[in-house]
């Protein structure tokens, strides 16, 4: 894809979108930390039930840490693997409160020495919480990236350095959301709704499900 193809398709997911951002409920860094950590193989509908309900008790390191496991675990049980999702988040916690002075690192490295958080959770938070162009590559994300031809990898990592490379920069900070939010709406995995997609005139995919509109020209077909 060029470069004039990709600066039209984020054009477009901004005009729809101008200041996209995650589902996930948050009102501080922590907070999302803990709501990201919760979310591996969870829906975010579901994680903010759960959060809905543990962070009006408990929403610092401190507070987090008192509830113990078994106390974090009756907050979180609604969530799938909330038994090591509980452990991790208690070792996180007592790590922020001795090394960080209980709040949340700025840099991949420390956010990744956290327990529960591998390269995509850091990702996000970089992102969402302070600001940095980063992407984080979810299911998505990746399917999105590699279906319309934004950029091709077989893994993650791949996927998320051709993406740092190849979108424009003015974009690069909201990119994770737009690509998240067109995969989970749009660009489905089982059946895209190409039909109701504002970039498919642009889109590499040769599957497309049906129909172009008559106004959209074929030219990414």
């Given at each position: 894809?060029?470069?004039?193809?990709?600066?039209?398709?984020?054009?477009?997911?901004?005009?729809?979108n101008?200041?996209?951002t995650?589902?996930?409920e948050?009102?501080?860094?922590?907070?999302?930390?803990?709501?990201v950590?919760l979310?591996a193989q969870?829906?975010?509908?579901?994680?903010?039930?759960?959060t809905?309900?543990?962070?009006p008790?408990?929403?610092?390191?401190?507070?987090?840490?008192?509830?113990g496991?078994?106390?974090l675990?009756?907050y979180?049980r609604?969530?799938?693997?909330?038994?090591?999702?509980?452990?991790?988040?208690?070792?996180?916690?007592?790590?922020?409160?001795?090394?960080?002075?209980g709040e949340v690192p700025?840099?991949?490295?420390e956010?990744?020495?956290?327990?529960g958080?591998?390269?995509?959770t850091?990702n996000?938070i970089?992102?969402t919480?302070?600001?940095?162009?980063?992407?984080?590559?979810?299911?998505h994300i990746?399917?999105?990236?590699?279906?319309?031809?934004?950029?091709?990898?077989?893994?993650?990592?791949?996927v998320e350095?051709?993406?740092l490379?190849?979108?424009?920069?003015?974009f690069?900070?909201?990119?994770?959301?737009?690509?998240?939010l067109?995969?989970?709406?749009?660009?489905k995995?089982?059946?895209?709704e190409?039909e109701?997609?504002i970039v498919?005139?642009?889109?590499?995919?040769?599957?497309?499900?049906?129909?172009i509109?008559?106004?959209?020209?074929?030219t990414?077909?």
């Amino acid at each position: 894809m060029n470069r004039e193809k990709r600066r039209e398709i984020f054009s477009r997911l901004k005009a729809a979108n101008p200041r996209p951002t995650t589902e996930l409920e948050y009102r501080s860094p922590f907070e999302l930390l803990i709501a990201v950590i919760l979310s591996a193989q969870a829906t975010d509908k579901g994680v903010n039930k759960a959060t809905a309900r543990l962070f009006p008790v408990a929403n610092t390191p401190e507070a987090i840490f008192s509830l113990g496991v078994d106390g974090l675990k009756s907050y979180i049980r609604t969530i799938g693997l909330f038994n090591a999702k509980a452990e991790n988040i208690i070792k996180t916690c007592a790590i922020l409160n001795d090394k960080h002075a209980g709040e949340v690192p700025r840099t991949r490295a420390e956010l990744e020495a956290l327990p529960g958080v591998g390269r995509k959770t850091a990702n996000v938070i970089l992102n969402t919480a302070f600001g940095e162009p980063t992407i984080a590559v979810d299911t998505h994300i990746f399917r999105v990236a590699n279906r319309i031809g934004l950029t091709r990898g077989k893994t993650p990592l791949a996927v998320e350095k051709g993406l740092l490379k190849s979108t424009p920069a003015e974009f690069l900070t909201d990119a994770h959301h737009w690509l998240i939010l067109h995969g989970r709406y749009v660009c489905k995995a089982r059946r895209p709704e190409c039909e109701r997609c504002i970039v498919a005139d642009l889109c590499e995919f040769r599957g497309k499900t049906s129909a172009i509109p008559a106004d959209l020209p074929l030219t990414g077909a």
